[in-house]
């Protein structure tokens, strides 16, 4: 099945029933609402992708990877629900990732697919949630200057900071790679396509 691009731009496609849309935005002008805009976009096509499919097809493994459509869409909430706490916190809303163990990896890597029990309809649900709170924080932060240090990560530079505004284009950039890795999964799965 293909769309065309009328059909999937945000602006004027509705997302489908079980997409569990963002609620709107806060009213924001300037810098705060492209950001705002930004993130919208990037999240219609992260979930576009899940329109029409079961619990089941959620859960798959399409590609040689491990990833499903339900599991990228958990781990983006996931990643989202830290990054805006390392902006309201510091760096003590993450883990220290140098010291990880095994266990705690093999923990993280549940956020990467669906666990028994677990539905589309509930990973779109807390992702509207947290994606909600994230667009409040945007549109209510008294600073997007302010920067913390960065957690303790291997692939992080020693010392680095991010200010909250870089943080945010952080979470628009890892929405729209993995917005990119839901197209895959999904044509992998049936041949549907975002755009095309």
């Known amino acids: 099945m293909n769309f065309d691009e009328r059909t999937t731009d945000p602006a004027t496609r509705d997302e489908p029933a079980?997409?569990?849309?963002?609620?709107?935005?806060?009213?924001?002008?300037?810098?705060?609402?492209?950001?705002?805009?930004?993130?919208?976009?990037?999240?219609?096509?992260?979930?576009?992708?899940t329109r029409d499919l079961t619990d089941e097809q959620a859960g798959l493994r399409t590609t040689a990877g491990e990833l499903c459509l339900g599991g990228l869409i958990k781990h983006v909430t996931s990643v989202e629900r830290g990054w805006a706490e390392f902006i309201r916190t510091g760096p003590s809303a993450m883990p220290d990732f140098t010291?990880?163990?095994?266990?705690?990896?093999?923990?993280?890597?549940?956020?990467?697919?669906m666990l028994p029990g677990e539905t589309l309809a509930g990973v779109l649900a807390a992702y509207a949630e947290v994606a909600g709170r994230t667009d409040e924080l945007v549109a209510t932060l008294p600073d997007l200057d302010a920067a913390w240090p960065l957690p303790k990560a291997p692939w992080f530079e020693a010392g680095a900071e991010w200010s909250a505004r870089r943080v945010l284009l952080h979470i628009v950039a890892e929405t729209a790679q993995h917005a990119g890795h839901a197209d895959i999964l999904r044509e992998s799965l049936d041949g549907a396509r975002s755009m095309g």
């Open 18 to 49: 079980d997409a569990q849309a963002v609620p709107a935005a806060p009213a924001v002008a300037g810098e705060r609402a492209d950001l705002l805009e930004a993130l919208a976009k990037q999240r219609h096509f992260l979930r576009f992708p």
């Open 99 to 113: 010291a990880m163990t095994e266990t705690d990896w093999a923990r993280r890597a549940d956020d990467f697919r």
